[in-house]
Each structure stands twice: as structure tokens, then as C-alpha cells.
């Protein structure tokens, strides 16, 4: 599985990327992006072909989901400690960690869980420098929620990745650090696949 998640500021032609994104065959989106209000939010996914808005996942404006078709929303980490997904039960829920150790211990409401940064970010200058996760995730014990890398994560690296268990990757710094994105995309795809 191949995950995007949208960069936090609006980028040009970004709903346009979107759509010819899953056109290619992403998987699921999720948008994060913490500086607009509903309004704007509303207007964001409206751009999105409607065909592929049961694969986009919320990162705030969770009361949108109705009038748009979804049913997916994740939850930071701070967010799944103070058990603020609790209320969303008939929703499909992820949420993030950064250590396997933390991951080992999540319950079976999240379908699956970012571990990050498994390399050096590409969009956070500095942020992953000296990670042990892709080492890490061999202790993994927990079958029963699916592990998603996140960081630094190009096509240049992503068959490392799933070669070492993972069950799907999420990228954001190469897709949109990029210019061509949609390349960089299929070459993940192909990458992922060899």
C-alpha cells in the first residue's frame, strides 16, 4: 500500500496532482493540513474527483466526512493518548508513533499506524538524522494493526523498505519536493512491486 499525504501549506495545482495521482493508482490520501478552516477545507476535497473521496483520510475537520463520503480520519499521537478517537468507533482510524515499541502496544481499533522517520525526512531539513526505526521494525509483535513507514521514504529506497516488513509506506517530501511528481510516483509504485 502507497500513502500520500498532502503537504501542509496549499501548493499550485495541487487537487489537479491529487486526481491523476489516484488515477495512477493511489491508494489513499490523507490530508493534513492544519492551517485552513472548513471552509477551506470543504473547498479542498470538493476538487477532488468525488470517485476517489472514499479513499481520502481526514487529519482535522472531521465533521466534513459526512457531506463528502468519508470515512476515514486519523489521530496524531497526542491526540490517540488523550483518547480523542474514542468518539469516531464506526470510522476506519490510524494514527502515528515513532518507536516500534510504542506501535507493539496499540490496540486493535487502528487499522494501521505511521512509524516515523524511518530515513532522514526530505521535507523536514535535519529531522530523522540518526533514526534505528528501519532496524526496529523486526521487533515488531503486533500483526494486528498494519505498519506504515513514513520519512525519507524516494524511490530510490522504498523496496529497502518493504523488504523489512513493512505493509505499506507513506510519502510526502518526494512527491511534493519534486518536479515531477507524478513520476516519482509511478517509480514508487514500480519500485514497490520489484
Same mark, same amino acid.
Given at each position: 500500500?502507497?500513502?500520500?499525504?498532502?503537504?501542509?501549506?496549499?501548493?499550485?495545482?495541487?487537487? !489537479? &496532482? @491529487?486526481?491523476?495521482? %489516484?488515477?495512477?493508482?493511489?491508494?489513499?490520501?490523507? @490530508? +493534513?493540513?492544519? =492551517? @485552513?478552516? /472548513?471552509? !477551506?477545507?470543504?473547498?479542498?476535497?470538493?476538487?477532488?474527483?468525488?470517485?476517489?473521496?472514499?479513499?481520502?483520510?481526514?487529519?482535522?475537520?472531521?465533521?466534513?466526512?459526512?457531506?463528502?463520503?468519508?470515512? +476515514? %480520519?486519523? =489521530? +496524531?499521537?497526542?491526540?490517540?493518548?488523550?483518547?480523542?478517537?474514542?468518539?469516531?468507533?464506526?470510522?476506519?482510524?490510524?494514527?502515528?508513533?515513532?518507536?516500534?515499541?510504542? %506501535?507493539?502496544?496499540?490496540? !486493535?481499533?487502528?487499522?494501521?499506524?505511521?512509524?516515523?522517520?524511518?530515513?532522514?525526512?526530505?521535507?523536514?531539513?535535519?529531522? *530523522?538524522?540518526? /533514526?534505528?526505526?528501519?532496524?526496529?521494525?523486526?521487533? +515488531?509483535?503486533?500483526?494486528?494493526?498494519?505498519?506504515?513507514?513514513? *520519512?525519507? @521514504?524516494?524511490?530510490?529506497?522504498?523496496?529497502?523498505?518493504?523488504?523489512? *516488513?513493512?505493509? *505499506?509506506?507513506? &510519502? &510526502?517530501?518526494?512527491?511534493?519536493?519534486?518536479?515531477?511528481?507524478?513520476?516519482?510516483?509511478?517509480?514508487?509504485?514500480?519500485?514497490?512491486? /520489484?
Amino acid at each position: 500500500m502507497i500513502i500520500v499525504i498532502t503537504p501542509e501549506e496549499m501548493m499550485k495545482n495541487e487537487t !489537479e &496532482l @491529487i486526481n491523476e495521482l %489516484f488515477q495512477e493508482g493511489l491508494n489513499l490520501l490523507h @490530508i +493534513r493540513k492544519p =492551517f @485552513i478552516n /472548513s471552509e !477551506e477545507m470543504a473547498d479542498f476535497i470538493q476538487k477532488i474527483d468525488s470517485e476517489f473521496h472514499h479513499q481520502l483520510v481526514l487529519h482535522s475537520h472531521y465533521d466534513l466526512a459526512k457531506d463528502f463520503n468519508i470515512s +476515514r %480520519f486519523h =489521530f +496524531r499521537e497526542i491526540d490517540r493518548q488523550n483518547d480523542l478517537y474514542k468518539s469516531f468507533a464506526d470510522k476506519t482510524i490510524s494514527t502515528s508513533v515513532h518507536d516500534i515499541e510504542t %506501535f507493539n502496544e496499540l490496540n !486493535e481499533d487502528w487499522e494501521y499506524a505511521f512509524i516515523s522517520p524511518v530515513f532522514p525526512s526530505i521535507s523536514k531539513k535535519g529531522y *530523522g538524522e540518526n /533514526s534505528t526505526i528501519l532496524n526496529d521494525i523486526k521487533k +515488531r509483535t503486533h500483526s494486528n494493526v498494519k505498519l506504515m513507514a513514513l *520519512g525519507g @521514504i524516494n524511490e530510490n529506497n522504498i523496496h529497502e523498505v518493504f523488504n523489512n *516488513g513493512v505493509d *505499506g509506506v507513506a &510519502l &510526502l517530501g518526494a512527491i511534493w519536493e519534486s518536479d515531477e511528481p507524478l513520476n516519482v510516483f509511478k517509480k514508487c509504485r514500480q519500485n514497490a512491486l /520489484s
